[in-house]
T-cell receptor, first 112, second 113 residues
Framework: NAGVTQTPKFRVLKTGQSMTLLCAQD?????MYWYRQDPGMGLRLIHY???????AKGEVPDGYNVSRLKKQNFLLGLESAAPSQTSVYFC???????????FGPGTRLTVL | DAKTTQPNSMESNEEEPVHLPCNHS???????IHWYRQLPSQGPEYVIH???SNVNNRMASLAIAEDRKSSTLILHRATLRDAAVYYC??????????????FGKGTKLTVNP
């Protein structure tokens, strides 16, 4: 069981470039989440999904898009990267009617 | 979402117990109290959660005040591996809804050898 995996682990972008972060899980969990964590800060929720084909906005959704075409994958897209999006991005999953979120190892993104 | 208040940092010595406090004076009757921790350069990991009664697991104990306006995470014997940022979070979990966890800045625990 790989649990929650994130691809890539590191990435450097130039302002205006686009990219997609992939979160994959093999636990058959319904709910998936994307968070960002800035230095010295707690995690902030970007977008989340309560099931295949559904997505919803979190507290800091601007500049990001997401898709959940397959239950096991949750994609986070940056259409036009900005330096303010330099951060560590964490994906998490949760099985319905349970209380525990499982986090991936994170993707460290730098936008120059 | 109901807010929690935690000290920014705490220190402990190895092999000693650690009591990490959390205030949540605006907690509602359906809010569960969750604790997660984040080791350096890793994603957060679940520690423990509870509703009203004190809870124990292999990692820690959770003591919840009778009025539920505060709680304490107890690490019975701190090890160097317990050095992490500890987050106290409220969530209306267990109901199959969209369980968004709102993370604050947490408490950074330093464990001295």
């Amino acid at each position: 069981n790989a649990g929650v995996t994130q691809t890539p682990k590191f990435r450097v972008l130039k302002t205006g470039q686009s990219m997609t972060l992939l979160c994959a899980q093999d636990m058959n969990h319904e709910y998936m989440y994307w968070y960002r964590q800035d230095p010295g800060m707690g995690l902030r929720l970007i977008h989340y999904s309560v099931g295949e084909g559904t997505t919803a906005k979190g507290e800091v959704p601007d500049g990001y898009n997401v898709s959940r075409l397959k239950k096991q994958n949750f994609l986070l897209g940056l259409e036009s990267a900005a330096p303010s999006q330099t951060s560590v991005y964490f994906c998490a999953t949760l099985r319905g009617n349970t209380d525990t979120q499982y986090f991936g190892p994170g993707t460290r993104l730098t936008v120059l | 979402d109901a807010k929690t208040t935690q000290p920014n940092s705490m220190e402990s010595n190895e092999e000693e117990p650690v009591h990490l406090p959390c205030n949540h004076s605006t907690i509602s009757g359906t809010d569960y109290i969750h604790w997660y921790r984040q080791l350096p350069s890793q994603g957060p990991e679940y520690v423990i959660h509870g509703l009203t009664s004190n809870v124990n697991n292999r990692m820690a104990s959770l003591a919840i005040a009778e009025d539920r306006k505060s709680s304490t995470l107890i690490l019975h014997r701190a090890t160097l591996r317990d050095a992490a940022v500890y987050y106290c979070i409220l969530s209306r979990s267990g109901q199959g809804g969209s369980e968004k966890l709102v993370f604050g800045k947490g408490t950074k625990l330093t464990v001295n050898p």
